[in-house]
Structures are given as structure tokens and as C-alpha cells.
Nanobody, 117 residues
Framework: QVRLVESGGGSVQAGGSLELSCTTS????????TGWYRQSPGDQRDLVAE???????NYVDFVKGRFTISRDNAKNTVLLQMNSLKPEDTAIYYC???????????WGQGTQVTVSS
């Protein structure tokens, strides 16, 4: 069974930084892609950033230049470095992994990020 374990959320003032970490239970390169989504109360869960097994990255416009996604293959970990945080970045952040062979997606438990003005 695939498990994604997240850490690194917390509270920070606007302009601050946080780093989120997600460790997969198996070889992270077996997934087609891993990444981060976020969800605010009443909103849908939206993609923030993702990295393919080949190392290609994709960011949504509202985080470009502020967030960086990376992967440590030896530790089966995907990281999200978040800089210049804004109050509108406040949300629950979820780690995501996409199966290489099916349409199945796996999710972490979520970690709260709160940015105060």
C-alpha cells in the first residue's frame, strides 16, 4: 500500500518561508509524477507544483518565482520550498503521487500552512 507522509507545515508571517517535505513508502521514481496541491475551506483542491519522474517541473502561475519543487531520489522525498509567502497561500497542502501504470492518484494526509499579514 502506498503511503505519503508529509511534514513541514506551520505558521509564518507574510514574506516568510517554509519548506514542505513528502516521503513516499516506495521508490519515488516508480510514480509518473509527484507534487503538491492545496485546498482552502470551501474551495477545490488545486495543483501547486509537480515534478515528473524525468525531472520536469510544472508550476501554476500564482507560485512561479516563489516556490520551488525538488526531489531527493535517495530519500524518496519530494520537497516544496516556499518563499515570499502571502496570506492567500494559506491552505492545507497535500502531497500527491500519480501511478505510472493506472489512473490512480495517492494523497498524503495534508499539512496546514498559515500565512499572516
Amino acid at each position: 500500500q502506498v503511503r505519503l507522509v508529509e511534514s513541514g507545515g506551520g505558521s509564518v508571517q507574510a514574506g516568510g518561508s517554509l519548506e514542505l517535505s513528502c516521503t513516499t513508502s516506495g521508490n519515488i521514481l516508480t510514480f509518473a509524477a509527484t507534487g503538491w496541491y492545496r485546498q482552502s475551506p470551501g474551495d477545490q483542491r488545486d495543483l501547486v507544483a509537480e515534478i515528473s519522474s524525468g525531472g520536469e517541473t510544472n508550476y501554476v502561475d500564482f507560485v512561479k518565482g516563489r516556490f520551488t519543487i525538488s526531489r531527493d531520489n535517495a530519500k524518496n522525498t519530494v520537497l516544496l520550498q516556499m518563499n515570499s509567502l502571502k496570506p492567500e497561500d494559506t491552505a492545507i497542502y497535500y502531497c500527491n503521487a500519480q501511478s505510472r501504470y493506472t489512473n490512480v492518484q495517492f494523497w498524503g494526509q495534508g499539512t496546514q500552512v498559515t500565512v499572516s499579514s
